[in-house]
């Protein structure tokens, strides 16, 4: 036999602006220029009391896709990147973004692509189907990036990454950073002796990394020059990571037992480096100071902590949705680096 069919629970009523202004005991267009932060209102400060009261006791929402119509805005955003989302790395762009967006009252539509193309057309298809008030556009690794030529009527920012067809981006000052890299470590006394792990103009003739790693080496190799200092040794890898660091640092300190100081492209070759120190009998920062890139959550975990210049990811983030939501002149916008002070200079 079968069982009788339950009795489907009513929906509770949405809360309507009505419903407020009746509460408030107001006119529905009184309510709603409260409600909606006209600052022209000319209505009494009892008035917008009785508005937020009731709008409280309410639990009163408003209706964003009706809002949506009159206004032709929907109060969201789409950050649309690569691998951003499922990078440890690199999620502090997220947080940066959604903490502004949330400011602003806006939500946040999260797309990952991997970097393929098709699933970037979708992405931004997606987007435009959920009428978002503007795109940002962002990398796990600063870089140029291929925006698929799909046409957007809305804002866009380019967050860790540059786009020729979109000239608003935010990036790190790669090059103040790396020339403060090289300060700190004269000014630690370190004007000879010093080693750079992971870039060599010489073994790295006619090979391009990235734009920002340009800069990075740019600014590195202005300030030896400005302090009329050049490396004892350089040593040139093409993936940054500990078994390098660990190998070139071996390879560099046996060579040269002159060397008092490294300057790490990256602090996860200048990890690595810290366990050729080791193993080599080398305190750090005694025999070697040590300074690098990044400032990876492990860097203030090594013993002594790594000194580090870092990427600004959270401080981007949130100037990228400012741009996207504000007003911003077209352009690149760079975000200082912050010199993080740990023991190892």
């Not at 020339?179 to 006619?206: F, M, N, P, Y």
């Not at 060397?259 to 750090?284: H, K, P, T």
Request: charged share 25%; proline share 6%; aromatic share 4%.
């Amino acid at each position: 036999m079968a069982e009788p069919e339950r009795p489907k629970r009513p929906q509770p009523k949405r809360v309507t602006l009505a419903d407020v202004a009746r509460l408030a005991g107001l006119s529905r267009t009184a309510a709603s220029m409260i409600l909606t932060g006209r600052p022209d209102t000319r209505l009494s400060a009892d008035a917008h009391g009785k508005v937020m009261a009731a709008a409280d006791q309410l639990g009163y929402r408003p209706n964003v896709a009706a809002r949506s119509l009159r206004t032709d805005r929907t109060q969201s955003v789409a950050f649309i990147s690569d691998v951003v989302a499922t990078t440890r790395f690199a999620t502090g762009l997220i947080r940066g973004a959604l903490q502004a967006a949330e400011e602003r009252s806006h939500v946040m539509l999260v797309l990952e692509t991997g970097g393929e193309p098709a699933r970037e057309s979708e992405a931004i298809h997606a987007a435009l189907d959920r009428q978002v008030d503007g795109i940002v556009f962002a990398s796990m690794r600063a870089r140029e990036i291929f925006v698929p030529d799909v046409r957007l009527t809305v804002p866009v920012v380019m967050l860790n990454s540059t786009s020729a067809r979109f000239p608003t981006s935010v990036l790190p000052d790669e090059a103040k950073g790396g020339r403060d890299a090289v300060r700190l470590l004269v000014e630690a006394g370190h004007r000879s002796g010093i080693g750079l792990l992971g870039q060599s103009d010489a073994a790295e003739v006619g090979l391009f990394r990235s734009e920002t790693v340009s800069r990075r080496v740019r600014g590195i190799r202005a300030e030896m020059k400005r302090r009329h200092l050049s490396f004892a040794s350089e040593e040139s890898c093409w993936n940054w990571e500990p078994d390098e660091g660990y190998r070139l640092a071996r390879k560099m300190l046996k060579r040269d037992p002159t060397i008092r100081a490294l300057l790490c492209m990256n602090d996860r070759l200048a990890f690595g480096a810290y366990q050729a120190a080791s193993e080599l009998g080398l305190q750090v920062p005694g025999d070697l100071a040590m300074v690098s890139f990044d400032n990876d959550e492990l860097a203030a975990y090594l013993r002594p902590g790594l000194t580090t210049i870092a990427l600004p990811h959270e401080a981007m983030g949130r100037m990228a949705i400012d741009l996207l939501l504000g007003e911003g002149k077209p352009r690149e916008y760079l975000v200082p680096m912050p010199i993080v002070r740990r023991g190892s200079i």
